[in-house]
């Protein structure tokens, strides 16, 4: 049974970190890009970050560049998002996805509120 599973995340103040994990399980891992999406009240899902699946190329979205880390340990089946220097308007909930292109898995979500 495939499953993907979201956890990390809470409520911090403006400024503050959070890191998030996703660990799948019930398909390999290591063959598949992982992708962190996010989305807000009211707006679409929006891509946050990427990684390759043996973790050598990541990419990011340009309002999260320089504040956010996409990392992974193939060992662990698990993806993470370190969150810096947070600042309320990402508050969203936040999605993994495993993506081998015909095949692509979603978690459920874990909600982040930036908020003071």
């Known amino acids: 049974q495939v499953q993907v599973v979201e956890s990390g995340g809470g409520l911090v103040a403006p400024g503050g970190s959070l890191r998030l994990s996703c660990t799948g399980s019930g398909f390999t891992f290591s063959n598949y890009f992982m992708h962190w999406y996010r989305q807000a009240p009211g707006k679409e899902r929006e891509l946050v970050a990427s990684?390759?699946?043996?973790?050598?190329?990541?990419k990011y979205a340009d309002s999260v560049k320089g504040r956010f880390t996409i990392s992974r340990e193939n060992a662990k089946n698990t993806v993470y998002l370190q969150m810096n220097s947070l600042k309320p308007e990402v508050t969203a909930a936040y999605f993994c996805n495993a993506d081998a292109g015909s095949y692509q898995y979603w978690g459920q979500g874990t909600q982040v509120t930036v908020s003071s």
């Open positions: 990684i390759s699946s043996g973790g050598n190329s990541r």
